[in-house]
């Protein structure tokens, strides 16, 4: 009897737990949906704050046609006010290393250029080669008044050695030693890729899909397309990936296979390294760019992000309504070899500012530079000015906060970027006070520069902090971010190897920009 009056009692109550359980089901998704509210109005607010600052920013500005090599050109004022806004990452104490190549400029193309011309330079005979694969040599000339010329055409014969050399840019155009920034591996490179087409015989011409429309060749006439035999197993040319995981030892081949041959005075022909001559005739081809003009398609691209990377958009004063960009002081940028400068000061030119150039270093035909650069593409001054200071790692340190820092590894000394890189770290880290944060963050495009990075930032395993893998220096609040940037045109398995790697970041476009210009802020105290 005692279990039945249980039973009944328990059913009956039932139903009332069954409705205070949805009346406070029904509460806390009212409170959620209200939070999430709250949360998203207040992030409406930032980005319409940001947003507002950064297009009012930039309605003043006098744009002139896009032309390739050249961003938009800005109507710029310069203004010593304090930011509205101080970075979360430290006070606007954070300092920022970017690359050129492939981070802040897509050079590949250009570089990959440049390389065909010095090919033809140390090896004479691939001339044959090339006519013989329906490529007018020709058309990559010694000259500079010739190959500034060339307009991107995608039905050019010459377009999948293009694409091809582009697409391997990541480990013969950039790495961790002078020949490689150089890009003395892209002109190895172009030789076998011209040999092996050669040895093709056509067979692979007209592939289709997407890897063969790419990087094979296209048959120029029906006839060609009909009576093309198709390639046998072990006749194809090496596929990109393949080159990719066999590169060193390849380079090794190219290298051996195909020397300069030099004629001696009795004579005789005599072979020597074709490295020597390669370094030659790349530091030569980059002193010419200083001459290319500014619509040339073999000066590199800028990324889109550029402007907001090297200028800081400031919003509008009490006192006025004019707009201010100033440029940014906690910024490095760093060149890939010495021989370059020309390349960069040219390409620099074309944001839409003259150059106020400060160099601690000897530049070859500095004042010639200097001249070519006073003038802009109408051959007219331009009143606004960047002080732009040239300098090594051991004074960039002390050449901070003086203008736009271009940092240029010692090739005298041999110097590595990651040796370069550890150089500004450490006088950084040796005036940093151990209860003061301070970020220094690397963004490089070479995979093997970031890793060779890990070297120097101790036996410590990195931290992971507001999403970022970081590494603390020994003794000190100084933490240094790697970042392998997402846009920049590397192999999709160098890609996953920094997002394995514990020391290593992937960053978006988006989330630099975000630790650049402080989107992510809190109010200066």
Not at 123 to 148: I, R
Not at 240 to 268: H, Q, T
Not at 369 to 390: F, H, P, Q, Y
Request: aromatic share 6%; glycine share 6%; hydrophobic share 35%.
């Amino acid at each position: 009897h005692s279990l039945e009056v249980a039973e009944q009692s328990l059913i009956a109550s039932v139903p009332g737990i069954m409705l205070y359980y949805r009346r406070v089901t029904l509460s806390i998704r009212v409170v959620i949906i209200a939070a999430a509210t709250l949360v998203s109005a207040a992030r409406n607010h930032v980005a319409f704050v940001t947003n507002s600052q950064r297009s009012r920013a930039r309605a003043v500005s006098t744009s002139s046609t896009s032309e390739p090599g050249r961003l938009s050109r800005s109507v710029t004022t310069y203004s010593s006010r304090p930011p509205l806004f101080q970075s979360k990452f430290g006070n606007n104490e954070d300092i920022f290393l970017l690359s050129i190549d492939g981070t802040l400029a897509s050079t590949s193309r250009s570089r990959s250029w440049m390389a065909i011309c010095a090919a033809l330079k140390v090896w004479p005979t691939l001339q044959s080669n090339m006519e013989a694969l329906g490529m007018n040599p020709d058309d990559f000339g010694w000259k500079y008044n010739k190959y500034v010329k060339y307009n991107i055409d995608k039905g050019e014969p010459y377009e999948w050695l293009l694409k091809k050399l582009s697409a391997l840019s990541s480990i013969t155009q950039q790495g961790n030693s002078p020949d490689a920034m150089l890009g003395c591996d892209a002109v190895l490179l172009t030789r076998l890729l011209l040999e092996e087409q050669l040895l093709d015989g056509g067979r692979s011409n007209g592939r289709g899909g997407k890897y063969g429309g790419k990087f094979h060749p296209s048959l120029t006439t029906p006839a060609e397309e009909g009576s093309g035999e198709r390639s046998k197993v072990g006749s194809r040319p090496l596929t990109v990936g393949e080159i990719y995981a066999n590169w060193p030892e390849l380079r090794d081949v190219a290298r051996i296979k195909y020397p300069f041959i030099e004629e001696s005075p009795d004579g005789n022909l005599k072979k020597q390294d074709p490295l020597i001559k390669i370094r030659q005739y790349m530091k030569e081809l980059f002193s010419m760019t200083k001459h290319t003009e500014g619509e040339s398609n073999i000066l590199p691209s800028w990324q889109s992000l550029a402007h907001d990377v090297l200028l800081d958009y400031q919003g509008v004063s009490s006192q006025s309504n004019d707009e201010s960009i100033i440029l940014r002081q906690n910024t490095m940028l760093l060149l890939g070899h010495d021989a370059q400068i020309p390349l960069a000061l040219k390409s620099l030119s074309l944001l839409g500012f003259d150059l106020d150039i400060e160099s601690d270093l000897e530049i070859p035909d500095g004042d010639g530079i200097a001249k070519a650069l006073r003038m802009n593409s109408n051959g007219e001054s331009n009143d606004l000015n960047i002080k732009l200071i040239v300098t090594t790692a051991d004074k960039a340190r002390e050449r901070l906060m003086q203008g736009l820092v271009l940092v240029v590894p010692d090739t005298q000394k041999y110097e590595t970027h990651s040796a370069m890189i550890e150089q500004i770290v450490t006088d950084f880290n040796d005036d940093s006070e151990t209860d003061f944060k301070k970020n220094i963050f690397v963004i490089h495009s070479s995979l093997e520069v970031l890793k060779d990075c890990k070297s120097f930032l101790g036996d410590d395993a990195p931290i992971s902090s507001q999403g970022l893998r970081k590494c603390i220096l020994p003794q000190t609040n100084t933490a240094v971010n790697l970042f392998l940037p997402k846009w920049a045109e590397n192999f999709l398995g160098e890609q996953n190897d920094a997002e394995m790697d514990p020391w290593l970041n992937l960053v978006s476009e988006e989330q630099l920009l975000e630790l650049i210009s402080a989107r992510i802020v809190e109010a200066p105290t």
